[in-house]
């Protein structure tokens, strides 16, 4: 029973991590209607200049705050200069774009920085709190896990309470009509990836201080797992995109713990395929617009 309740624990903690960034492409996909495959990329370069942030200013967190800035800049310049090139073509250029933007960051941050692993520090104290001699939770775990319910809060109010959600939204499902309405479509483009990039930056710094290390890599089997969460809870749902992270991290747990880390990737396949089988739109996905 306690190897279970660790287990459990200690899954929804990855999940929670798994979460954080999921929010993030549920963020872009309903800003803009594309899954950007270069999020975890523009995520370790933000913890990159957190990094030399804090050990320079002897802060966490001014590194904390300049991270999320940071983000905030590379994603509007990102959509400037890159994506706004292939606005309106096929979904395959967006794709095939931010792949190649990925190995062009991945490759300035080896020259900069090295390939090596750096430590990077986490704002709380990560030793286990232990609850009848089980070690559980964290102070690290338990700001993950308010930070990741605060912002799925967030996101959800500003998609369906915010006037500027609801314009970044219409940009997304239509641009033609947005702009019928005065919508300026190109600038709720740019909010869009400029926020997602933020919330990349929100989860890079939770997810790179739970033993992952700072390198150029560090984000891309976490890109996986995210994204598996976000299938599997729906691209358009913030509360989709948490479960689904939960979800992503029990399954992880349990098939490790169990049956041997080597098979957990082959369960999150399954789950992966069972959901597409079952729900193809993701288990907290809305009703579609019928197309006539």
Same mark, same amino acid.
């Given at each position: 029973m306690d190897r279970f309740l660790f287990l459990t624990v200690d899954g929804l903690t990855h999940g929670a991590v798994y979460s954080a960034f999921a929010l993030a492409l549920v963020l872009i996909w309903r800003g803009t209607r594309i899954v950007n495959f270069a999020q975890g990329v523009l995520a370790v370069a933000t913890s990159y200049l957190a990094y030399t942030v804090t050990g320079r200013s002897g802060s966490y967190w001014l590194g904390f705050l300049a991270a999320l800035l940071a983000g905030l800049v590379l994603g509007a310049v990102v959509?400037? %200069?890159?994506?706004?090139?292939?606005?309106?073509?096929?979904?395959? /250029?967006?794709? @095939?774009?931010? %792949?190649? $933007?990925?190995?062009?960051?991945?490759?300035? $941050?080896?020259? @900069? =920085?090295? /390939?090596q692993y750096l430590p990077f520090p986490a704002p709380f104290d990560r030793s286990a709190m232990t609850v009848g001699g089980v070690p559980l939770v964290s102070r690290f775990d338990l700001f993950v896990f308010g930070t990741v319910v605060l912002l799925m809060i967030v996101l959800a109010l500003l998609f369906t309470r915010t006037a500027i959600g609801l314009r970044m939204r219409a940009a997304a499902f239509a641009p033609s009509v947005a702009r019928l309405l005065g919508v300026r479509v190109g600038r709720m483009l740019t909010l869009g990836w400029a926020l997602a990039a933020l919330v990349g930056a929100l989860a890079g710094m939770l997810v790179i201080p739970t033993g992952l290390g700072l390198h150029p890599t560090a984000m891309d089997t976490v890109f996986v797992s995210a994204f598996t969460a976000v299938v599997v809870g729906g691209l358009d749902s913030p509360a989709g995109a948490v479960v689904g992270g939960m979800l992503v991290g029990l399954? %992880?747990? =349990?098939?490790?713990? =169990?049956?041997?880390?080597?098979?957990a990737p082959l369960a999150v396949l399954a789950l992966l395929v069972v959901v597409l089988l079952v729900r193809p739109a993701g288990l907290f996905s809305g009703p579609q617009a019928r197309r006539v």
């Amino acid at each position: 029973m306690d190897r279970f309740l660790f287990l459990t624990v200690d899954g929804l903690t990855h999940g929670a991590v798994y979460s954080a960034f999921a929010l993030a492409l549920v963020l872009i996909w309903r800003g803009t209607r594309i899954v950007n495959f270069a999020q975890g990329v523009l995520a370790v370069a933000t913890s990159y200049l957190a990094y030399t942030v804090t050990g320079r200013s002897g802060s966490y967190w001014l590194g904390f705050l300049a991270a999320l800035l940071a983000g905030l800049v590379l994603g509007a310049v990102v959509e400037r %200069l890159v994506m706004h090139r292939v606005a309106g073509a096929p979904p395959l /250029n967006a794709v @095939i774009v931010a %792949l190649g $933007l990925v190995l062009v960051v991945q490759g300035v $941050l080896g020259m @900069i =920085y090295g /390939n090596q692993y750096l430590p990077f520090p986490a704002p709380f104290d990560r030793s286990a709190m232990t609850v009848g001699g089980v070690p559980l939770v964290s102070r690290f775990d338990l700001f993950v896990f308010g930070t990741v319910v605060l912002l799925m809060i967030v996101l959800a109010l500003l998609f369906t309470r915010t006037a500027i959600g609801l314009r970044m939204r219409a940009a997304a499902f239509a641009p033609s009509v947005a702009r019928l309405l005065g919508v300026r479509v190109g600038r709720m483009l740019t909010l869009g990836w400029a926020l997602a990039a933020l919330v990349g930056a929100l989860a890079g710094m939770l997810v790179i201080p739970t033993g992952l290390g700072l390198h150029p890599t560090a984000m891309d089997t976490v890109f996986v797992s995210a994204f598996t969460a976000v299938v599997v809870g729906g691209l358009d749902s913030p509360a989709g995109a948490v479960v689904g992270g939960m979800l992503v991290g029990l399954v %992880l747990s =349990y098939v490790a713990g =169990y049956l041997g880390a080597g098979t957990a990737p082959l369960a999150v396949l399954a789950l992966l395929v069972v959901v597409l089988l079952v729900r193809p739109a993701g288990l907290f996905s809305g009703p579609q617009a019928r197309r006539v």
